[in-house]
């Protein structure tokens, strides 16, 4: 989360210095609009997206800022619509495989929910991401027919083989154009 916009353009060059060339920039503070622009601006190589969007207003705000895609934490009918129609891509989290079905059946396949937890739990230490290590996953059958690659701030964090591992599929993934 970036409380001030000034620290958006280091946090880029930062992510883009260790590899990481996607950044997305939560609407949990007023700072969002102007640190996506602030990126958008002067980081060229970094693709930026707005998060935690929630309303038509924000989201509308995220891509005249210079947001290139837009992560939502629930489904609003008239947000999908826009990105729909402006070709804008959406992820949407989604609590019940009610939501999930209605954000597929309302955008035909051109979103992609998410599931969220009712809880979440961080406490994964032998989880198979935590132990998972660069190597063991086999990214041409992870990739094969995938157009966009989504990653959570939290993978990294797991563990020091989750963050080598996390590492290893960006840039496989911008390896495949994904």
Request: hydrophobic letters at 45%; charged letters at 20%; one cysteine or more.
């Amino acid at each position: 989360m970036i409380d001030d916009a000034k620290d958006a353009v280091p946090t880029a060059q930062a992510l883009l210095s260790g590899g990481i060339d996607v950044m997305e920039i939560t609407f949990r503070t007023a700072a969002a609009p102007d640190a996506i622009k602030a990126v958008a601006d002067n980081c060229p190589d970094m693709l930026v997206g707005a998060g935690t969007v929630i309303t038509l207003e924000q989201c509308q705000k995220a891509v005249e800022m210079g947001a290139k895609f837009i992560v939502s934490p629930g489904f609003d009918k008239e947000a999908v619509k826009w990105c729909v129609e402006n070709s804008v891509a959406i992820t949407l989290g989604c609590v019940t495989p009610s939501v999930v079905l209605a954000g597929w059946a309302f955008t035909s396949w051109r979103t992609a929910p998410i599931s969220l937890p009712s809880k979440v739990v961080y406490d994964r230490a032998y989880s198979a991401i935590a132990l998972a290590k660069p190597g063991d996953i086999d990214w041409d059958k992870v990739f094969e027919g995938v157009d966009w690659f989504h990653i959570t701030g939290i993978t990294p964090a797991i563990s020091e083989s989750a963050m080598e591992l996390s590492l290893e599929s960006v840039k496989v993934a911008k390896e495949k154009g994904t």
